[in-house]
């Protein structure tokens, strides 16, 4: 995690693009660069900026591709840059007293560059300052949050750290962009809760006549007026069967939104994690998402669909009967409201341990889920080497776990729901009395106490309820914000903004001072190579010499940290991502098949292609034999991963897929490694229809295999360091002469050890 602040070009070499920018001005060779990588809408644009003696510089791209300076600034005392990232998003801010003069966005893989920047901006500032020249500076920083490190520190103690940032009610509100839609049903909704509100309220309005002119008259000696019980008994009865329609609509409407409501977060959230680079799944448990997009959803949807309805008849009930109140007796609705304070603030205390509590509860219950999506798919693994009773045990320390963190939350809310209730109470026990003196002072009827503890029962009821939906609302919230992190990360794939269409592509792969970093560890260091198209080339070297990491990066699963990749000479970043992937075939040491048919299986990458298509794909790549030996054939369904099939059968339907979607580009990821010599006997006749016409990279521990490709590229710690023929490397006896040897020994020592048993 250490970055050290090094003389520009000292670890990396200098973009070709910017050479001219990079290459001196009126303050000589600058101190320290960053490439920025990301426009104002989070899209793919090349960009500039340099810190130099005197001034800081931001530069562009023209549209015939050479730099062009857009802005300059001098150094002066005044001038700050502030460096901040979220989301996968980092972001650099130039400000000055008066505001904020300009901003930069980068996705995160030029952090350190970024970090560099800033702290030799820094620097240059205070040399200035002082009147001495500006020089670079060795210094080890976090590059996330710029802290100071020991030299012999690898990690930031706070950024190691967990976020635990707890979730803010507030939160919720973001919810609307997904509500918008459905904004007339909602309005409707609560349109139709208003009236079933005051509906629910008209009989303890009745019963004040009906005691007064009523009850109380008959009990004095007076006959009992029918007409007047009539018209009250009717009234009170047309209350409650309008509050129950009312009601009834209200909660259907609601209902179905709240459902679409969720069902479009579900959808949205899972598009954008499909949308996201390989570097955020490389962070993340399986277990933990599935977790996000189900059960989060689902408490989401529950809270939408019951609770927040609750809540908000809770509201407008509360409102109305408090107007209600002070309309009948001002003093008596003052004794109702005596609960109120002391209710408030223990809704204040307890929501700030229920948010955080809930939060934790979440992360734990991933935990849960993970141990089941690392089991379940691995469970051969588990059986084979006998540790079922480990994985159980896993299971019940995570379950435990879940157990306590449950069990202290449990021990707030448990005291809270019950305080409130005695409150309650309390209340409706000084109401009693203080309606009682009234009464007896003559000040007001039996009918109106009636009413209004009738009214207070209710008023009391509905705030008991708001009170014990805080609970349900921090567990909302705290859904809604690990959602939430989900759709606010930015791919570190962009979309390029303004994209460059292919109508045709040939296949020609320039690699121009390719860099990559996994962290602050360089993977790959000013790597150039030139592939033409419908050339074979093999990439060899020892394990970690950064060729899977290369393919990775051709396919633009990640993106490179400095240099160009092209495909016909355009920019890999210019092309739409998906666009650009359909010219690529892609064939894995470990196949993955998904659940369902071979057919589906092979035209995962043309849904659309007829049978005679999948048939045709199948005989290239010698499966259909083996495919027609299966009870279903075509229609044998596959289990999942490919559970059924041997490694060959599902490595040969994998190039059955790559075949089909006829690619200009192939990547050939160590295909035969993990298969029997005569398996891959078969696979290499499938892989020789897949090569043909097409430029092919391919990666293979065994050298033997790549004796048919064009030229061979050795790699040592991500850099070229030979390239030529099999017998041209041969003959100089230099990195791929030792490789080809140590292999053929370690052949020789296992056909030795075999013969001698």
Known sequence: MTTMSAPSGASESRPGVWQSALSGGPDGAPLAWLETDLNADLCFAPGLLLVGAARLQAWTQAVDGTPKLAAEW????????????????????LVHPQGRLAVWRYTLAQQMAATRLVNQFGLAQQALSEGRPPQLVMQATCPLCK????????????????????????????????AK??????????????????????????????????????????????????????????????????GW??????????????????????????????EYFGGRRTGDLMARIGSETDRINVFLSLHLLDFATDVLMIGMTTVILFSINPWLALATLLPLPFIGWMIHVVRDKLRTGFEKIDRVWSEVTSVLADTIPGIRVVKAFAQENREAQRFRDANKHNLDVNDKLNRVWSLFAPTVSLLTEIGLLVVWGFGIWLVAHQSITVGVL???????????????SMSRIVSVTQKAASGAKRIFDILDHVSSVPEPVNPVHLPRVEGRITIEGAGFRYGNRAVIRGLDLHIAPGEMVGLVGHSGSGKSTLVNLICRFYDISEGAIRIDGVDIRSLPVAQYRSHIGLVLQEPFLFFGTIADNIAYGKPDATREEIVAAARAAHAHEFILRLPQGYDSLVGER???????????????????????????????????????????????????????????????????????????????????SHDELMAREGAYF???????????VLEEGGSGE
Request: proline share 5%.
């Open 147 to 178: 802290a100071p490190l020991d030299p012999d520190q690898e990690d930031c103690p706070s950024c190691a750290q967990e976020n635990t940032v707890p979730p803010s009610t507030w939160m919720l509100l973001r919810l609307w962009r997904f």
């Open 450 to 464: 009636t009413a209004f503890l009738a009214y207070i029962g209710r008023f009391y009821s509905r705030l008991d």
């Open 642 to 724: 490919g559970q059924g099939l041997s490694g060959g059968e599902r490595q040969r339907i994998s190039i059955a897929r790559a075949l089909l979607i006829n690619p200009r580009i192939l990547i050939l990821d160590e295909a035969t490694s993990s298969v029997d010599t005569e398996t891959e006997k078969e696979i290499q006749k499938a892989l020789d229809n897949l090569v043909k016409g097409r430029t092919t990279i391919a990666i293979a521990h065994r050298l033997s295999t790549l004796r048919k490709a064009d030229r061979l590229v050795v790699m040592d710690r991500g850099q070229k360091v030979e390239e030529g």
């Open 738 to 748: 030792r490789l080809y040897q140590a292999q053929a020994r370690h052949a020789d």
């Open 74 to 93: 001098p150094l002066d005392a005044g001038l700050a840059l502030r460096q901040s990232d979220h989301a996968g998003v980092g972001q650099i801010e």
């Open 181 to 246: 839609p459905y904004q007339g049903q909602l309005l409707a909704g609560f349109l139709l809760m208003l009236a079933s509100t005051a509906a629910t309220l008209v009989p303890p309005y009745l019963t004040m006549p009906l005691i007064d002119e009523v009850l109380i008259p008959y009990q004095n000696g007076q006959a009992v007026e029918m007409s007047l019980v009539v018209m009250y008994l009717s009234g009170l009865l047309g209350a409650a069967l309008l509050a129950w329609g009312l």
């Open 249 to 278: 609509a209200k909660t259907y409407i609601l209902a179905l939104v709240s459902e679409r409501i969720g069902a479009d977060l579900r959808t949205t959230t899972y598009e954008h994690l499909l949308k996201l680079s390989l």
